[in-house]
């Protein structure tokens, strides 16, 4: 319970700096940020075999092409569609080269 409650503490910390970072931005360059919003009901959406995303720390994924390809099968993937997969992604141990992977899939933020 501890080891769950930190890393939900940990996915708020990230999320708070994800949304401080695109301000920045902004001011920075005066233009609106270019990386894509999503809301939750955008990603709830796209939960079919022929158009699945999934949210993994406050990222969203398009993971369409990837789930014929998936080790563990499509199915543990397809459980998620259009939800946030971040505990269950990380509580099955996917390696960091399974994250870095991951990011060839990425679409953009949620926001709320």
Not at 22 to 49: K, S
Not at 52 to 60: P, R
Not at 65 to 83: N, S, T
Not at 85 to 106: C, I, N, Q
Request: glycine share 6%.
């Amino acid at each position: 319970m501890k080891d769950t409650l930190t890393h939900i503490v940990r996915l708020a910390m990230r999320k708070v700096r994800l949304v401080e970072e695109a301000a920045i931005f902004e001011r920075v360059t005066n233009a609106p940020c270019q990386i894509p919003m999503h809301t939750l009901a955008d990603v709830y959406e796209h939960c079919m075999p022929n158009d699945c995303w999934l949210i993994i720390n406050d990222k969203v994924y398009d993971v369409t092409e990837f789930l014929k390809e998936h080790p563990g099968g499509e199915e543990i993937i397809l459980e998620y569609a259009g939800r946030d997969a971040t505990l269950p992604f990380y509580g099955t141990g996917h390696s960091s080269d399974t994250v870095r992977e991951m990011e060839k899939y990425w679409i953009g933020l949620i926001v709320e």
